[in-house]
């Protein structure tokens, strides 16, 4: 018999248990997929917020445990844009509101000046003035593609928030999937409706178009220097050093370590229980010349494919279930509908890890047989 027709063998000696141990194998590998993929997807759906307005620098309050909620005064906007190398300096209040008529709620609203760049940045479709004529309104926002598919909502239509009528004075278009499901809201206005006067989360600055990489550190203590309160990052380093970021991806590794343990347990009971079906005839190849080291590379060789064949079941999964997720009415418009490759290359790493730990065992058994007793146990 060939190499690879014993390892062919021993994998479908029992279809059965081994097409069970596959489906489990593939949960488990894509269950670490679809969390990670949906942590990395919350982490790069923040990131490209800032890149696709191409913000160099994000401003938070020094100190502030959740950066995504800290607090500064609006008055520091015009002290950062005035430092030496930034172009531009904008603030924004994130706040979260809900549409309880149309029953969305979680909706994040993003408090700018619409005279500002970061406000003019976005691809609109304006109301025509008229369109809500005869209907009250105390305000206005704006609503991104996505959101306003799930509200509905066309530009000039009323939107009750906090039983008050608001109207939809625009719908914007980004090049991030986070924004397009969230809501603009004129900065004064959602300082009143969250009572906080006067107040911003963060400030997103562009630098000068002069400014070299290996200057922006310099650019970051002039900003700090304004104030000890500021804490100036760059914005790989705002999004990754975020509390909720660094959470989301350890809860995902959390969860689905439990998954992990039982589907490398039953990828170990597979190749244990095919080792001890096949002592005879591992204890022919063993007399025939077979030595040890080649009986291992066989009983390596099925686990590692039986558990890279699970990853790219578990992927596609994994890719399927995020996509149902990224469309339905709960996270539509917040999630990534697709896997990064970082993920399904983690996937696959972690797969061949299990794939060589379930050997490990079988692997150590079969290399004690002597070809004697594994004979007598065939006759």
């Known amino acids: 018999m060939t190499y690879f027709g014993f390892v062919l063998?021993?994998?479908?000696?029992?279809?059965?248990?081994?097409?069970?141990?596959?489906?489990?194998?593939?949960?488990?590998?894509?269950?670490?997929?679809?969390?990670?993929?949906?942590?990395?997807?919350?982490?790069?759906?923040?990131?490209?917020?800032?890149?696709?307005?191409?913000?160099?620098?994000?401003?938070?309050?020094?100190?502030?445990?959740?950066?995504?909620?800290?607090?500064?005064?609006?008055?520091?906007?015009?002290?950062?844009?005035?430092?030496?190398?930034?172009?531009?300096a904008a603030g924004v209040?994130?706040?979260?509101?809900?549409?309880?008529?149309?029953?969305?709620?979680?909706?994040?609203a993003m408090g700018m000046r619409t005279d500002s760049w970061l406000f003019t940045d976005y691809k609109m479709r304006a109301a025509n003035a008229g369109m809500a004529e005869g209907v009250p309104t105390i305000g206005q926002v704006y609503l991104g593609e996505n959101l306003a598919g799930r509200l509905d909502c066309e530009p000039g239509a009323v939107l009750n928030l906090f039983d008050e009528p608001f109207l939809v004075a625009g719908v914007f278009q980004s090049g991030n999937v986070w924004e397009n499901g969230s809501m603009i809201v004129p900065l004064k206005q959602l300082q009143e409706l969250a009572g906080r006067d006067g107040q911003i989360t963060?400030?997103?600055?562009?630098?000068?178009?002069?400014?070299?990489?290996?200057?922006?550190?310099?650019?970051?203590?002039?900003?700090?220097?304004?104030?000890?309160?500021?804490?100036?990052?760059?914005?790989?380093?705002?999004?990754?050093?975020?509390?909720?970021?660094?959470?989301?991806?350890?809860?995902?590794?959390?969860?689905?370590?439990?998954?992990?343990?039982v589907g490398a347990i039953g990828t170990l009971n597979t190749m244990m229980t095919s080792v001890l079906e096949r002592t005879g005839e591992i204890g022919i190849l063993r007399a025939i010349g077979w030595p040890a080291k080649r009986i291992a590379g066989v009983i390596l060789c099925e686990s590692v494919m039986l558990a890279l064949l699970a990853s790219v079941f578990g992927g596609i999964g994994a890719s399927l279930l995020l996509n149902v997720l990224a469309n339905s009415e709960a996270t539509g418009g917040l999630l990534q509908p697709t896997i990064a490759t970082s993920v399904w290359v983690r996937g696959m790493v972690v797969g061949l890890g299990i794939g060589i730990l379930g050997a490990s065992l079988p692997i150590w058994r079969a290399s004690q047989m002597r070809p004697t007793d594994a004979l007598r146990h065939q006759g």
């Open 202 to 261: 963060y400030i997103n600055v562009v630098l000068d178009e002069s400014i070299e990489a290996r200057q922006v550190d310099s650019v970051v203590k002039r900003i700090t220097a304004v104030d000890a309160k500021l804490l100036p990052l760059a914005t790989d380093e705002f999004v990754r050093s975020d509390t909720r970021m660094q959470l989301a991806g350890a809860m995902a590794w959390m969860t689905s370590t439990i998954a992990l343990l």
């Open 9 to 88: 063998k021993g994998l479908w000696r029992r279809p059965l248990r081994t097409g069970l141990t596959l489906m489990a194998l593939a949960t488990a590998i894509g269950s670490v997929m679809a969390l990670s993929g949906v942590a990395e997807g919350f982490t790069e759906s923040f990131r490209g917020v800032y890149e696709s307005h191409r913000v160099d620098v994000v401003v938070s309050r020094q100190g502030s445990a959740d950066r995504l909620s800290s607090s500064l005064e609006e008055s520091y906007v015009a002290d950062v844009a005035q430092v030496e190398g930034v172009s531009d």
């Open 93 to 108: 209040l994130l706040e979260t509101l809900s549409a309880e008529d149309q029953q969305v709620y979680g909706i994040p």
